[in-house]
């Protein structure tokens, strides 16, 4: 039968692999310094992502695509956002303010006339553009082309705070960070597994929140550190064990780079 997300992430973090998110990408720091393969990464880093997000209690969201239009009496020029939530499905929409007309004449049309379909302009204060500045994303060479760059959106996993059932916060939109330390430990983790089998809850169907009025707050560091080691006390021998391991393994810094590929190899 192959092996959950919460049980791969459980191994990862026994081995004492640093596992977090870091704008909107998974990020692993395996303790033997191996690099991961990445084919293995591309495999599980969404799944991972997921879990992750289940256990910080924090909303992760895939870019859908976006829509131009003008809203509104006014009829103002906007371009939404679409999104669904990556933990249940939810839709969800932010939605910045944008230029929708040319700024001047030129050889494709007069100034004032409407850009061609899925265009759209920002200006140079515009909310938008601290968003994707936040993203990390390549900024385009002129305010007008961000078209032809919004599926690189679909690279990161997003979050942020709603305003109504649907609706998202467009100012707080921004890439997902989760540090290590919101994460529960290993033994934590086990523990929770267990109390869901016995007492016949669904480990799928976890109520997750939105983050607080700041976006990805770290929580109160509960134990595992990035850079811990399987020596440290809250993934020692029996925890590996229990965490899917038989016997004790041999500690990642002591692995050749054929044995870490293999091992990461059982764990998918």
Request: charged share 20%; glycine share 10%; with cysteine.
């Amino acid at each position: 039968m192959a092996e959950s997300a919460r049980e791969l992430l459980q191994r990862l973090l026994a081995r004492g692999d640093g596992v977090a998110v870091n704008r909107g990408r998974l990020t692993l720091a395996p303790a033997s310094g191996c690099p991961v393969p990445a084919e293995w990464l591309s495999k599980h880093e969404q799944p991972l992502i997921i879990e992750v997000a289940r256990l910080a209690s924090v909303e992760a969201l895939e870019y859908i695509g976006y829509s131009v239009g003008n809203y509104g009496p006014r009829k103002n020029g906007g371009v939404t956002l679409q999104f669904r939530s990556l933990l249940n499905g939810h839709d969800w929409y932010a939605i910045f303010n944008a230029y929708t007309t040319r700024a001047r004449t030129t050889k494709h049309g007069k100034a004032g006339s409407p850009l061609p379909k899925g265009r759209f302009r920002m200006g140079k204060r515009s909310s938008f553009l601290k968003f994707w500045g936040r993203t990390g994303q390549r900024m385009p060479k002129s305010f007008d082309a961000f078209g032809d760059y919004m599926g690189k959106l679909r690279s990161q996993v997003f979050t942020g705070i709603p305003v109504k059932t649907e609706r998202l916060n467009a100012a707080t939109l921004a890439p997902l960070y989760i540090e290590q330390q919101q994460l529960p430990s290993c033994e934590e983790l086990n523990a929770s597994v267990n109390l869901r089998v016995s007492s016949g809850l669904n480990p799928g169907k976890v109520r997750v929140n939105f983050p607080g009025k700041q976006l990805a707050q770290p929580q109160q560091p509960r134990g595992l550190q990035p850079n811990q080691t399987t020596g440290d006390a809250n993934c020692g021998n029996t925890v590996i064990r229990e965490c899917g391991y038989k016997g004790i393994p041999k500690p990642p810094k002591e692995q050749t780079n054929e044995e870490w590929l293999e091992e990461y190899g059982r764990a998918g």
